[in-house]
């Protein structure tokens, strides 16, 4: 199997405004050839796209707009796991050999009527997100007893790391009481821990050996992957426990031929503030009944191994773009060149997104030696 770098990305500024989804994915595939060394549109092997949006044949479209005449083009949607699943695509496309070079990019708008589970009769009325995210809530707090102020601290680190990330659609700090005393959504939910659906875009550069000193000189490897879909319908067991991302990180780590105790740094889907708290233990980076500690060290010590650009909460949610941004932090950061974000000597990189209250997950691990 042939190995897949990472050889540019980049990320455009998320908000509130109505740009046209073309605009959005024309403007970060532009930013991605102007930034990226030696790139020209007839390298590109095949042109992805990401996103919920209802338009259909974007990724031909995207590429005519931007000269590109690709072998292969077609979009990805998978809610708010669509970038990620648009990578896995592209490595797949590159390890089997069908192309050298692949463009993914993603893009949403703030008010997609794509973003609504219409389908799933299991969620009954309660179809919008904030339900499933109070179910969760409050399961963690029954089983291991997770206080409000707990789960403000993830928010709180969120949200400071935001700041120091221009692209960031929320970048304000908030005190901890502020987010204990924002709006109550429902019995065990505040309107500050809760990501926002935002409009933005991102692309990223996905090569094969041969080619990755051509593009960078820094290139970083995808080494891991773990997929799972344990359902579309809201139905879980364990609501303290995201399965699908479980399992999901072990495939991701025995790829990778390591162990969770190498990850440096991750960016992973804190929808709500407790999912944080839920995939730091479903991967390992915390015990079972312990993420609440290991997120209160990260903001009592500034340290920023976990959200660096600031999660979903503090970065914002334009679905067909947060994973493909994931990816793209993670990659700067093992470059070094995450600036203010950046971690110290970060050399192994994770990115975990999932869909639909965790019922579709993907797990990537990305290194920075290519051994």
């Known amino acids: 199997m042939m190995r897949v770098a990472i050889a540019g990305y980049c990320t455009t500024r998320f908000s509130q405004d109505n740009t046209p989804i073309e605009n959005l994915l024309v403007s970060a595939t532009k930013q991605l050839f102007e930034i990226t060394k030696n790139l020209k549109q007839k390298d590109i092997d095949a042109v992805l796209v990401s996103t919920n949006n209802n338009k259909k044949y974007l990724a031909p479209i995207l590429s005519e707009m931007t000269g590109i005449t690709p072998k292969i083009s077609h979009s990805v949607e998978n809610m708010c796991n669509s970038g990620t699943n648009a990578i896995v695509s592209g490595f797949s496309y590159i390890a089997s050999g069908m192309a050298d070079a692949v463009l993914v990019a993603g893009a949403e708008q703030a008010e997609n009527s794509g973003q609504v589970l219409e389908w799933d009769m299991s969620r009954g009325e309660f179809q919008h997100p904030i339900f499933w995210g109070t179910m969760f809530t409050k399961a963690h707090k029954r089983?291991?007893?997770?206080?409000?102020?707990?789960?403000?601290?993830?928010?709180?680190?969120?949200?400071?790391?935001?700041?120091?990330?221009?692209?960031?659609?929320?970048?304000?700090?908030?005190?901890?009481?502020?987010?204990?005393?924002?709006?109550?959504l429902t019995e065990d939910l505040r309107l500050l821990h809760c990501s926002r659906s935002c409009t933005g875009s991102a692309a990223v550069l996905l090569v094969s050996e041969k080619l990755a000193k051509k593009y960078t000189d820094t290139p970083v490897w995808i080494e891991g992957i773990g997929q799972k879909t344990t359902s579309a319908s809201f139905t879980k067991n364990d609501l303290t426990q995201i399965q699908s991302t479980l399992e999901a990180s072990v495939q991701a780590y025995n790829m990778a031929e390591i162990n969770p105790k190498k990850i440096d740094v991750a960016e992973i889907h804190d929808a709500f503030s407790v999912c944080q708290l839920m995939v730091l233990e479903d991967l390992g980076l915390a015990q079972k009944g312990k993420s609440s500690e290991m997120v209160m060290d990260l903001y009592h010590t500034g340290d920023r191994k976990i959200n660096p650009r600031g999660g979903l909460i503090g970065a914002g949610h334009p679905l067909g773009a947060t994973g493909i941004a994931q990816i793209a932090e993670v990659a700067s950061q093992l470059q070094g060149t995450a600036q203010k974000r950046q971690v110290p000597n970060a050399k192994t990189g994770l990115v975990q997104n999932m869909s639909a209250a965790g019922t579709s997950s993907t797990v990537m691990e990305i290194g920075r030696a290519h051994v």
Not at 149 to 170: K, M, Y
């Open 143 to 184: 089983k291991f007893g997770t206080t409000d102020e707990q789960l403000a601290h993830v928010s709180a680190t969120n949200h400071r790391n935001a700041q120091d990330n221009p692209n960031a659609f929320n970048p304000k700090n908030y005190s901890l009481q502020e987010i204990i005393d924002s709006k109550k």
